[in-house]
């Protein structure tokens, strides 16, 4: 069996901008992360067909090739011709169907039924078959909706901001639930998000997106250890982010924190910024390199962790135990060369 390859390059104009998306997804797990209204949800929609796209291609290359759409070749199959399968971001369950009647709708009849008991049973629902929508909890909706999904065996699952609308609980059960499911999938998965944790725990490669266009991709862990642009750095929650000005090849200044930092690698031209993770800080001596004094600073307690707010600006995060009640804050603070995070504007 040749190598499953899913290509997408369209492009749509949409009322604020341009939608420009090309990439190619050979690993099973695919995330999109980027701010509400940046066109994540328009390029699954374009993906499955429920939108038409200006321009491009969107195609399953496997041992049958199959176009979903091509604006030369004005091939462009409906939805139901397209195999792929589409989680709202509120299940879209029929309300008036029962779990089971939901599961089976779409399948032949020929093979209805020892489908939807396959289903019933990989998903946990036993017990629940004749129960409507409205009668199930969030979790027990997304399974039925995943199962009528995963029913007639789709190429590609697009998951739309799936855990948007759930409270923290809820959500940090469903996220279990839904990683387990999916790794039992053999086809590709494509989640939309605007919340880095579930891009790092569901996404083998990752994809930012900002105004239509697509401004980092590459392996989820690379792009979140070196995010490169400031925009990318800000939407994977680094804290402190700072125009700077080049010293030499391995010295740059803060311009917001008033701050010279040695780097660890050379330090590019087109470098404008810099940044520091909340969590990049520890304790130390004066004469340390990259070190600091933390003269009027600001504390803050949570439940698990101190938040320092300095005088400068930078927000240190320390992480502390829930009947921990008394931190002093060190005389000084440094961060490693290589915890730098060099930026592109």
Known sequence: MSEKLLKVDIQKELSEFDLEVDFELKSKRLGILGPSGCGKSMTLKSIAGIVNPDNGVVSLITDEDTTYFDSTKKINLKPQSRNVGYLFQNYALFP????????????????????????????????????????????????????????????????????????????????????????????????????RDEAFQFCDELIVLDKGKIIAKGDTYDVFENPKKVEVARLLGCKNISKAEIIDDYHIKSLDWGLTFEVSKEISPNITHIGIRAHDFSAAEKDDVNAFDTENSTLFEMPFEWEVTLANGLWWKYEKQIEEHEFVIPNYLKVHPKDILLLEE
Do not use: C, W
């Open 96 to 195: 008036n169907m029962t779990v089971e009647e939901n599961i089976a709708v779409g399948l032949p009849k020929d093979y209805k039924g020892n489908r939807v008991s396959e289903m019933i049973k990989r998903f946990h629902l036993e017990g629940l078959e004749k129960r409507h929508p409205r009668e199930l909890s969030g979790g027990q909706q997304q399974r039925v909706a995943l199962a009528r999904i995963l029913a007639y065996r789709p190429d590609v699952i697009l998951l739309d901001e799936p855990f948007s609308a759930m409270d923290t609980f809820l959500k940090e059960q469903l996220r279990l639930e839904l990683a387990n499911l999916l790794k039992g999938f053999d086809g590709f998965s494509i989640m939309v998000t605007h919340d």
